[in-house]
C-alpha cells in the first residue's frame, strides 16, 4: 500500500476537480474520475462450495458464475473476469479500502485453496455516464453496447481505443442520467484514456463532472 | 476480422486475442536427448495445413485463457473451439484442392 500522503490519481495533474460542473445540462456524456477505488484480485475454484460459501457470508451476496456478469452491495462489487477468477472492488476512495477488502477475503477464505491480490493502486476508474455513453464507447471497441446485448449489471474485460480496459455497466437508460459506465484502466493509460474520451466524445458535447 | 467465440466469454473480436499457432504439437519427453536438428524441428516447425487446422488462441484482453480453435484456413471458418488439454472434436477434415 502506498504511503497515504503520497497518493496521487493518476489524473490529477489534469485538475478535473476545477472543471467539474455541478450538473450535466446537455451534454450527451459525462465524465469524471472514480479514483483509489479498493480492488483486490480473487482466484477460487468455483466448484469449492465452501469457499463460495465464506464469500457469500462473508460479503453478503455470491459470486457471480455467470460469465461477462457482477454481483453487489452498496459497500463491495465482484466483476466476473474467468471461470475462476473475479475482481472485488470498494467503491470507497479510502486509503484503507484495498487492504480491508484483502483482510476481509484473507480471513474469510482462510483454510480455502484461493489467491488474494490488491490490484487497485495500478488502476483508476473512469466513470462514463449519458445517453450518448454507450455510443461513445462504440467508437473505441469491438463489443456490441446495444442495450439488448449489453444490460445492467454486465462488464467485460476488452479494448477500449486500444487500451486493455474491464467494462461494467453499472445502471442502464433507466437511471435519470442514463447509463452510467464505470471503466477501469492501468494507471499508465488513464491519461491516454481520458483524453481519447473527451476527443471522441466531443460531438456529443462533453461535460466533466465531480 | 474474426469474430472468436472464447470458450468462457463468448464472441468476441479477433483484436482481443493474440495467436498461438499450431496446437497438439507434443514436448519432447527428453529433451536432452534431442540434437539440434531434431530441437528446431520441435521448436520451430510447424505443419502448413490448406483446410482445417487446429490451433491455439488465447483472449489476451478478456479472460487471459488459452483454448484450442479449429479453423479453415481457406474459408478463416471458425468450426470449432475446444478447452486446452481436450482432444479435439471430431470434424469432417475436409482439405481444400
Ligand atoms: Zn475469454
Same mark, same amino acid.
Given at each position: 500500500?502506498?504511503?497515504?500522503?503520497?497518493?496521487?490519481?493518476?489524473?490529477?495533474?489534469?485538475?478535473?476537480?476545477?472543471?467539474?460542473?455541478?450538473?450535466?445540462?446537455?451534454?450527451?456524456?459525462?465524465?469524471?474520475?472514480?479514483?483509489?477505488?479498493?480492488?483486490?484480485?480473487?482466484?477460487?475454484?468455483?466448484?469449492?462450495?465452501?469457499?463460495?460459501? /465464506?464469500?457469500?457470508?462473508?460479503?453478503?451476496?455470491?459470486?457471480?458464475?455467470?460469465?461477462?456478469?457482477?454481483?453487489?452491495?452498496?459497500?463491495?462489487?465482484?466483476?466476473?473476469?474467468?471461470?475462476?477468477?473475479?475482481?472485488?472492488?470498494?467503491?470507497?476512495?479510502?486509503?484503507?479500502?484495498?487492504?480491508?477488502?484483502?483482510?476481509?477475503?484473507?480471513?474469510?477464505?482462510?483454510?480455502?485453496?484461493?489467491?488474494?491480490?490488491?490490484?487497485?493502486?495500478?488502476?483508476?476508474?473512469?466513470?462514463?455516464?449519458?445517453?450518448?455513453?454507450?455510443?461513445?464507447?462504440?467508437?473505441?471497441?469491438?463489443?456490441?453496447?446495444?442495450?439488448?446485448?449489453?444490460?445492467?449489471?454486465?462488464?467485460?474485460?476488452?479494448?477500449?481505443?486500444?487500451?486493455?480496459?474491464?467494462?461494467?455497466?453499472?445502471?442502464?437508460?433507466?437511471?435519470?442520467?442514463?447509463?452510467?459506465?464505470?471503466?477501469?484502466?492501468?494507471?499508465?493509460? /488513464?491519461?491516454?484514456?481520458?483524453?481519447?474520451?473527451?476527443? /471522441?466524445?466531443?460531438?456529443?458535447?462533453?461535460?466533466?463532472?465531480? | 476480422?474474426?469474430?472468436?467465440?472464447?470458450?468462457?466469454?463468448?464472441?468476441?473480436?479477433?483484436?482481443?486475442?493474440?495467436?498461438?499457432?499450431?496446437?497438439?504439437?507434443?514436448?519432447?519427453?527428453?529433451?536432452?536427448?534431442?540434437?539440434?536438428?531434431?530441437?528446431?524441428?520441435?521448436?520451430?516447425?510447424?505443419?502448413?495445413?490448406?483446410?482445417?487446422?487446429?490451433?491455439?488462441?488465447?483472449?489476451?484482453?478478456?479472460?487471459?485463457?488459452?483454448?484450442?480453435?479449429?479453423?479453415?484456413?481457406?474459408?478463416?471458418?471458425?468450426?470449432?473451439?475446444?478447452?486446452?488439454?481436450?482432444?479435439?472434436?471430431?470434424?469432417?477434415?475436409?482439405?481444400?484442392?
Amino acid at each position: 500500500m502506498v504511503e497515504a500522503y503520497l497518493r496521487q490519481s493518476p489524473l490529477a495533474h489534469l485538475g478535473l476537480d476545477g472543471r467539474a460542473e455541478a450538473s450535466r445540462g446537455a451534454a450527451g456524456v459525462t465524465l469524471a474520475e472514480r479514483p483509489h477505488r479498493g480492488m483486490v484480485n480473487l482466484r477460487l475454484d468455483p466448484s469449492d462450495e465452501t469457499a463460495m460459501n /465464506a464469500f457469500a457470508e462473508a460479503f453478503g451476496f455470491t459470486l457471480p458464475t455467470q460469465p461477462n456478469t457482477t454481483a453487489g452491495n452498496g459497500e463491495a462489487s465482484a466483476l466476473w473476469l474467468g471461470p475462476d477468477e473475479w475482481w472485488i472492488v470498494s467503491p470507497s476512495p479510502g486509503p484503507g479500502a484495498g487492504p480491508d477488502l484483502a483482510d476481509k477475503l484473507r480471513a474469510a477464505l482462510a483454510d480455502r485453496f484461493a489467491a488474494v491480490t490488491e490490484i487497485g493502486e495500478g488502476r483508476t476508474c473512469i466513470r462514463i455516464a449519458g445517453p450518448k455513453a454507450r455510443a461513445l464507447l462504440q467508437k473505441g471497441c469491438p463489443l456490441d453496447f446495444h442495450p439488448r446485448a449489453f444490460g445492467a449489471g454486465q462488464c467485460a474485460q476488452t479494448l477500449l481505443a486500444k487500451a486493455t480496459v474491464a467494462i461494467h455497466l453499472s445502471a442502464d437508460e433507466s437511471a435519470a442520467e442514463g447509463p452510467v459506465f464505470e471503466v477501469y484502466v492501468l494507471r499508465s493509460f /488513464a491519461e491516454y484514456l481520458w483524453l481519447w474520451l473527451e476527443d /471522441a466524445g466531443r460531438e456529443y458535447e462533453v461535460t466533466v463532472i465531480a | 476480422m474474426l469474430l472468436i467465440p472464447c470458450p468462457y466469454c463468448g464472441p468476441r473480436s479477433e483484436e482481443e486475442f493474440s495467436y498461438g499457432n499450431e496446437a497438439h504439437v507434443p514436448r519432447p519427453k527428453e529433451p536432452e536427448k534431442l540434437n539440434d536438428a531434431e530441437w528446431a524441428e520441435f521448436v520451430f516447425i510447424r505443419s502448413n495445413v490448406k483446410g482445417v487446422f487446429l490451433e491455439r488462441w488465447v483472449h489476451s484482453h478478456g479472460c487471459r485463457r488459452w483454448f484450442n480453435v479449429a479453423r479453415d484456413t481457406v474459408s478463416y471458418e471458425i468450426l470449432a473451439v475446444y478447452e486446452t488439454g481436450a482432444k479435439p472434436p471430431k470434424l469432417e477434415m475436409r482439405r481444400a484442392v
